[in-house]
């Protein structure tokens, strides 16, 4: 006999339902970096991941001018870790209760 969480479907369906989901998800991240940005010193965006910095704004401490962390920060928003700070301003959908009987 199977449970009745076995017989669950987790696939979307063809009619989608009136309401509302409780926990609707979050949409896609389009913060990403870009694959084909070199820096002026011939580094990508992973050599910035790799570096693990709070921020790419410390990038002046190993030689770097503030035009070119600028670049990196528009090329590379993922490794710079500038996602986080783009999402948390995101404000999420408001979940409303269905009507009571």
Do not use: W, Y
């Not at 696939?11 to 870009?34: G, I, K, N, V």
């Not at 050599?47 to 790419?56: A, V």
């Amino acid at each position: 006999r199977l449970s009745p969480i076995a017989s669950l479907s987790l696939s979307s369906s063809a009619s989608p339902s009136a309401s509302p989901s409780s926990f609707p998800s979050m949409a896609p991240s389009s913060c990403r970096d870009d694959a084909e940005f070199v820096s002026v010193m011939g580094h990508g965006c992973l050599f910035f991941q790799k570096l693990n910095l709070e921020s790419c704004a410390h990038l002046n401490v190993l030689g770097f001018q503030d035009p070119d962390v600028l670049e990196f920060e528009r090329h590379c928003p993922r490794s710079c870790r500038r996602c986080a700070a783009a999402a948390a301003t995101a404000t999420a959908p408001e979940i409303s209760s269905p009507p009571a009987p």
